[in-house]
Each structure stands twice: as structure tokens, then as C-alpha cells.
């Protein structure tokens, strides 16, 4: 079983910066392909980032490339999202996602969520 707490997020104005966090507890964390989602109300959930278990990969969406960074901390096992110039379509609920590809299959582990809003 994996555990993830996500924290960070708030209210910021557009063009500005929010860095969100996840720790991660449960399993070995280089075990954990990490990624980043969001939720806008009526809007599926997408996938913003992701990085490999090795942390030698990263995904970016287009609409977030050159904008967000994904990053991942071994000693802490925390994963980290650095949202920079916030736009006014960034605003959702943002959930952090672990990957565990064990014998059986991939299982994904979810976290709370934290919302992030954008005023103008």
C-alpha cells in the first residue's frame, strides 16, 4: 500500500508561481513512477507530468511545457510540481499519482488532492 499527502496549493494570482508537494510512504520510492493530474469541474482528469521511477524520464503536457516542472527528492520521498506563470486555464483540483509496476501488474495509488485557483 502506497500513502501520498499532497500540500501547496492556494490562491495565486495569474503569472504568478505555486510549488505543490507530495510525500509518499507505503512502498520503496524508487519502486514509484510519480505523476501529477488534474481536474477541472465537468473535465476528465488529465495527466500535467510525470516522472520515471529512476528519474531519468519526465513527461510534460503540452499545455504546461516550459511552464512546469516535475521533480523528485529520494531522500525525503517527496515529489515535487513547480508551477510557474500561472495561467487562468491552470485552475483545478491537482492529484498526485504513484505507479507501482509489481509481477501482477501496475497499480495506482492516489492522493487526496489539493485545489489550486487563479485570480486575475
Known amino acids: 500500500q502506497v500513502q501520498l499527502v499532497e500540500s501547496g496549493g492556494g490562491l495565486v494570482q495569474a503569472g504568478g508561481s505555486l510549488r505543490l508537494s507530495c510525500a509518499v510512504s507505503?512502498?520503496?520510492?524508487?519502486?514509484?513512477?510519480m505523476g501529477w493530474y488534474r481536474q477541472a469541474p465537468g473535465k476528465e482528469r488529465d495527466c500535467v507530468a510525470a516522472?520515471?521511477?529512476?528519474?531519468?524520464?519526465?513527461y510534460y503536457a503540452d499545455s504546461v511545457k516550459g511552464r512546469f516542472t516535475i521533480s523528485r527528492d529520494f531522500p525525503s520521498n517527496t515529489v515535487y510540481l513547480q508551477m510557474n506563470s500561472l495561467k487562468h486555464d491552470d485552475p483545478a483540483v491537482y492529484y498526485c499519482d504513484a505507479q507501482y509496476r509489481g509481477p501482477v501488474g501496475t497499480t495506482d495509488y492516489w492522493g487526496q488532492g489539493t485545489q489550486v485557483t487563479v485570480s486575475s
Open positions: 516522472i520515471s521511477h529512476s528519474d531519468i524520464t519526465t
Open positions: 507505503g512502498r520503496t520510492f524508487d519502486r514509484l513512477a
